[in-house]
């Protein structure tokens, strides 16, 4: 065959394997397969027990000084929902698992975030029930839940927290502390009789009955004696028998 001939000649074509994936490829294809395979009822649940606990921290932590006893058992379930929220979201159904320490720094700054939020928003709730407590802890919840998201958010290094986006949320709570002060000194002053109970108020003081209202009750309660029907004597002008 001439050299024209093999230049003309189209190239043989061998069948080479394909190369195989890597394991940041194969790990990928894994968890895209496993969030589509993530039953609904799990995501469900991961996502109400973040509300769930949190509105559990903010009643308790708000209503506290009531009953210590009671609320502190309420605050405590409220963590462990918040918790298993945090468990259920971050190792079970995301895509990468973190290391065990960055599992234990997500823990504590879930704990520290479920405490943030439940303090700003129960002193939100109950700012006219107890004005100088939510005072302190609306700005402190502010500050708290800031710090505890950096610290928690893995795109974020917790040198952020003194960056000035830092520097204006501590701002920010020390206008709203200023402000719900002046809010909760002018509410202190109105009369007392707003707001709602909670069932740590002692039930009214009655009246001592005086001596008008002893012999109104003798005699409600104890009645006139009635005479017989048989043993009444008929009386002036009264027939005996029945009339028509």
């Known amino acids: 065959m001439s ?10 074509v061998t ?4 190369p195989r994936p890597g394991r940041a490829a ?6 895209h397969r496993f969030r589509r395979q993530t039953p609904l009822l799990a995501r469900y649940l991961g996502y109400v027990g973040y509300f769930v606990g949190a509105g559990l921290i903010s009643g308790a932590v708000v209503h506290h000084p009531l009953d210590p006893a009671r609320y ?11 918790l298993a929220a945090t468990v259920l979201n971050e190792f079970f159904l995301a895509r990468h698992r973190p290391a065990l320490p960055r599992m234990l720094q997500i823990i504590g700054a879930s704990l520290m975030l479920s405490f943030g939020i439940g303090m700003l928003s129960g002193g939100l709730q109950h700012f006219d029930d107890f004005p100088d407590r939510a005072a302190i802890l609306v700005p402190l919840g502010i500050t708290v839940s800031f710090i505890a998201f950096v610290l928690r958010d893995a795109e974020t290094s917790w040198r952020r927290i003194f960056s000035p986006v830092g520097m204006a949320v501590l701002v920010t709570a020390l206008i709203t502390f200023a402000g719900l002060r002046q809010l909760a000194a002018g509410i202190s002053e109105q009369p007392e009789g707003g707001g709602h109970s909670h069932g740590s108020e002692e039930p009214a003081e009655h009246a001592e009955p005086t001596a008008g209202d002893g012999q109104n009750e003798n005699s409600t309660t104890t009645p006139a004696p009635q005479t017989p029907t048989s043993a009444r004597t008929p009386g002036a002008g009264e027939k005996e028998g029945h009339s028509h």
């Open 3 to 12: 050299s024209p001939q093999l230049l003309d000649r189209p190239a043989t």
């Open 15 to 18: 069948d080479e394997p394909a």
């Open 26 to 31: 194969m790990r990928k294809a894994r968890s």
């Open 72 to 82: 502190t058992q309420i605050a405590g379930c409220g963590v462990l929902v918040f």
